[in-house]
T-cell receptor
Framework: DSGVTQTPKHLITATGQRVTLRCSPR?????VYWYQQSLDQGLQFLIQ???????AKGNILERFSAQQFPDLHSELNLSSLELGDSALYFC??????????????FGNGTRLTVT | AQKITQTQPGMFVQEKEAVTLDCTYD???????LFWYKQPSSGEMIFLIY??????QNATEGRYSLNFQKARKSANLVISASQLGDSAMYFC????????????FGKGTRLHILP
């Protein structure tokens, strides 16, 4: 058990809808990362927050947004969903925001299916 | 340019044999970390082992070891005495000190252990 909690485990929704994915990092971890894993794209970095502030941005669509709250949990909001957004969405956390020797610890992911 | 290259999309290995999963990387940052993750069919991402760019010795964690050849920019994962439970997808990843904070992943190698 990595200590990172993601909810829900599965989400099935229709095109055009909006969903929210939730992540609680490991106790003591200040950084939260979001990744998207689809079959043909591998693991794509979306966005990182450190102690409530956005730290880095990757290939995140404008229809997607995220935030990290004062209690350090994070939410990823996906709107105007398209079939291509179907993927496994991972949250990960690490102790520090800029330590290249800190591994990321991943949650079990949220499997999103857009129909 | 691809920063992490895993050239073996799939591998089949007999149980109890040792297996080497290849990973090459590209960076101009002198300070970086290399990581290996395991993703079983259940989907979770499990951190296996870490190697820092300044580490003189190869990292080891139980049956996992990392064959780090800095001049060649390679960080191969070696699994000794493979077990059926080692069947999974394996990802090599890198984190650079002076870049933005994300971890970059390779496309992965799917390992099948044969009884």
């Amino acid at each position: 058990d990595s200590g990172v909690t993601q909810t829900p485990k599965h989400l099935i929704t229709a095109t055009g809808q909006r969903v929210t994915l939730r992540c609680s990092p490991r106790s003591g971890d200040l950084s939260v990362y979001w990744y998207q894993q689809s079959l043909d794209q591998g693991l794509q970095f979306l966005i990182q927050y450190y102690n409530g502030e956005e730290r880095a941005k990757g290939n995140i669509l404008e229809r997607f947004s995220a935030q990290q709250f004062p209690d350090l949990h994070s939410e990823l909001n996906l709107s105007s969903l398209e079939l291509g957004d179907s993927a496994l969405y991972f949250c990960a956390s690490s102790v520090e925001g800029s330590s290249y020797n800190s591994p990321l610890h991943f949650g079990n992911g949220t499997r999103l299916t857009v129909t | 340019a691809q920063k992490i290259t895993q050239t073996q999309p799939g591998m089949f290995v007999q149980e109890k044999e040792a297996v080497t999963l290849d990973c090459t990387y590209d960076t101009s940052d002198p300070s970086y970390g290399l990581f290996w993750y395991k993703q079983p069919s259940s989907g979770e991402m499990i951190f296996l082992i870490y190697q820092g760019s300044y580490d003189q010795q190869n990292a080891t964690e139980g049956r996992y070891s990392l064959n780090f050849q800095k001049a060649r920019k390679s960080a191969n994962l070696v699994i000794s005495a493979s077990q059926l439970g080692d069947s999974a997808m394996y990802f090599c990843a890198m984190r650079e000190r002076y870049r933005d904070d994300k971890i970059i992943f390779g496309k992965g190698t799917r390992l099948h252990i044969l009884p």
